[in-house]
């Protein structure tokens, strides 16, 4: 089996989801994992915390320097994830599929051949 990530993305400036609507993507996010679970799918899935919170490391040439925010600047940033295993892409994007319309945008890729030992 190979695995993929499945990552949601949150565009900057896009309408921020109601309470109601979180309530919802929530419930239905859950509904899915533990569907992957009982599929035997699942590996791993994380929501994470906003861009701003991230820490930048950084070694270059034996100096270690850290920067605040994103290392990217962007405006879309991955605010959640699922790490899956499925037979294949189109299992992967049937999976993704489901998780898009309870929360979102996701993209799909597969983690290449030598992380799959």
Known sequence: MKQYLLSV????GAPTPSDEEMEIMFRETGRINDDMQAAG??????GLASPDSATVVRVENGATSMSDGPFAETKEHIVGFWVIKCADLDQAL???ERCAAACGAVEVRPFDDLSQA
């Open 41 to 46: 799918a699942w590996v791993f899935a994380g």
């Open 9 to 12: 993305h949150f565009v900057e």
């Open 94 to 96: 049937a999976w993704a």
